[in-house]
């Protein structure tokens, strides 16, 4: 195996062989020799080592820990560049005909920045901007959805424009104009961000304060409301860190006021779950300005599952990089019911009803993804549980689970990525 394989499997292994954890830094050569002695049930010890002080036993292992995520983070993205990437930029999932989406390339673009990698940053911007923008609506906003048609043409397949990805894609343009001094991004940003604003979010009244209050659509309004008095909002779309973000360079729309409305929007939806946690999708009911669960005669779910997810990762970025107390007082408050779980079996569900009830006997790797920057915020030692127990066994050669895992590679390279590496240069 190459270098960087053969030492990621070393410390992989240190993270779970009890007597190599104790040691703070040991040769490929002796760790190996331990993994061989411990495959064979053999007693091995090294000869006469000191005691180490609890102390620097886990300054040591800290330190392994921040090694490792660090090596498996480049070797990941090389990995998915060469897997889900195409020279042209095009951002490929493989588990869904090949397609490619605005939410894949913002990803990219995003991983891009993040990863210092302006190449691979210009080249799936300009896929998307040659293959995605809305040409005949006039907007800068992406399609969501380019594929393979049942004539077998590859083309856009559905042209509505998808939130997420353009907060996605506006926020890494904003760090990389500021990572790689692009003035051009910036432009871009705004332009973007100029649009979301007008066809993505909406101004509904605030029956408490007798204002109004905008708030982040899940894509065109027509799509997302099925009756006069209802409309659709997905969650983990609300991104408050990025609001902020554009609020430094879109001095003309209100975005800090979106990241007010994105807490108590977060928080009052959550209430739909009998114990708390994100749904997939909502309703609001814009007559009592109350949420309640989607109908069940929609395709959309209220449930906890894999869009909700992402709510943890978004939250955990606005109490890294900004230090807002919300987000910690809503990762405290609304993971208590997934911290019990994992207490009492080491196991998390991938899907869970409204009233708290599993309904999928699997986990996923991209759930616990999501869950390990928000727990080393409210309790790092299910964090550090979590990154041991479901994060590291799942990962090999640079894929976690599947080679054609789009979504999971992207959602673990964002968990694991420490948001302490994000130059605050970047976020002023």
């Not at 996605?168 to 649009?195: F, G, S, V």
């Not at 929007?265 to 009592?288: C, F, I, M, Q």
């Not at 943890?312 to 109490?319: F, I, V």
């Not at 990525?417 to 240069?425: I, R």
Request: charged share 20%.
């Amino acid at each position: 195996m190459g270098l960087i394989s053969c030492k990621l499997s070393v410390e992989i292994f240190k993270q779970f062989n009890p007597m190599a954890k104790t040691i703070p830094t040991l040769s490929i050569p002796l760790l190996l020799a331990t993994l061989s002695a411990t495959l064979l049930g053999i007693a091995w010890a090294p000869a006469q080592a000191s005691p180490v002080p609890p102390s620097l036993r886990e300054s040591a292992i800290a330190s392994n820990s921040a090694s490792l995520s660090s090596e498996i983070l480049q070797q990941s993205w090389t990995a998915y560049k060469q897997r889900f990437i195409q020279a042209d930029g095009r951002v490929i999932d493989w588990e869904s005909k090949a397609r490619s989406t605005s939410e894949g390339q913002a990803y990219a673009m995003l991983r891009a920045v993040l990863a210092n990698d302006p190449d691979t940053f210009s080249q799936t911007l300009q896929w998307a901007e040659n293959n995605l923008k809305r040409t005949d609506s006039g907007d800068s906003l992406w399609s969501w959805q380019w594929g393979q048609s049942d004539q077998g043409e590859w083309k856009v397949l559905d042209r509505n424009f998808a939130t997420d990805a353009d907060v996605d894609a506006a926020t890494a343009l904003i760090l990389a104009a500021r990572r790689w001094n692009r003035p051009d991004y910036l432009t871009l940003a705004q332009t973007k961000i100029k649009d979301v604003w007008q066809l993505g979010t909406i101004a509904l009244p605030d029956s408490r304060s007798g204002h109004t209050s905008r708030y982040l659509l899940p894509g065109p309004l027509s799509a997302f409301q099925p009756q006069p008095n209802q409309i659709y909002f997905n969650p983990s779309y609300f991104a408050p860190y990025a609001f902020r973000l554009f609020a430094q360079v879109d001095l003309e729309r209100d975005w800090l006021g979106m990241v007010d409305s994105s807490y108590r929007a977060l928080e009052e939806s959550s209430g739909v779950s009998l114990v708390g946690l994100p749904s997939d999708w909502v309703a609001l009911n814009t007559d009592t300005g109350r949420f309640g669960a989607v109908p069940t005669t929609s395709h959309l779910r209220s449930m906890y599952s894999f869009d909700a997810c992402r709510v943890w990762w978004r939250m955990s970025l606005d109490a890294a990089w900004f230090n807002e107390p919300r987000a910690k007082a809503y990762l405290q408050k609304h993971l208590q019911p997934l911290a019990e779980m994992w207490r009492s079996r080491q196991s998390i569900p991938a899907r869970i009803t409204l009233l708290g009830t599993p309904i999928a006997s699997y986990e996923t790797t991209s759930q616990y993804a999501m869950l390990y920057p928000a727990f080393q915020i409210v309790d790092p030692a299910i964090a550090e549980q979590i990154r041991q127990q479901k994060l590291l066994p799942t990962y090999k050669d640079g894929i976690w689970d599947n080679d054609s895992a789009y979504y999971v590679q992207n959602l673990a390279w964002f968990g694991l990525f420490p948001a302490t590496e994000v130059a605050a240069s970047w976020l002023r």
